[in-house]
């Protein structure tokens, strides 16, 4: 099977889902508390290796215009530090997914702590299943 991480690339905690493409399902995981670069990078190296998968889906974070600022240029930077040891690398734009994320635990009556990271991890789900979605055979957009 072919396991895809999500990731949510916050300044504080880095959101964590883990997908498969064969099942299109994406499930939020523990969130990463932020440390330095390289130790966030070798967390992400040693999680991909335990699940086998060598595809990271990382969300970014563009203005609602489409534009891309400062938090796209962390991102993409970070996503380079990925790929340099090895994990491809995709971005999808994460527009809106930690409101969504916010209203789905909402509804779902969880009102979670923010350092939690149980809302950065339900972002990183939203953005690897709006990409898992976007790749079903039945999708014409795919």
Known sequence: MSTIIGLDHGSKRIGVAVG??????????????????????EQIGALARNEGATRIVLGLPRNMD???????????AFGAQLAAIGLEVVFADERLTSWQAGEQ??????RPERA???????????????????????????
């Open 105 to 110: 635990l909402a509804d779902a009556g969880r």
């Open 66 to 76: 489409g534009s891309e600022g400062a938090q796209a240029v962390a991102a993409r």
């Open 20 to 41: 498969n493409e064969e099942t299109g399902l994406a499930f939020p995981r523990r969130a990463l508390l932020r440390r330095k670069v390289a130790a966030d990078i």
């Open 116 to 142: 939690s990271g149980e809302k950065d991890s339900a972002a990183a789900a939203l953005i690897l299943q709006e990409w898992l979605d976007r790749r079903r055979p039945d999708d014409p957009t795919a």
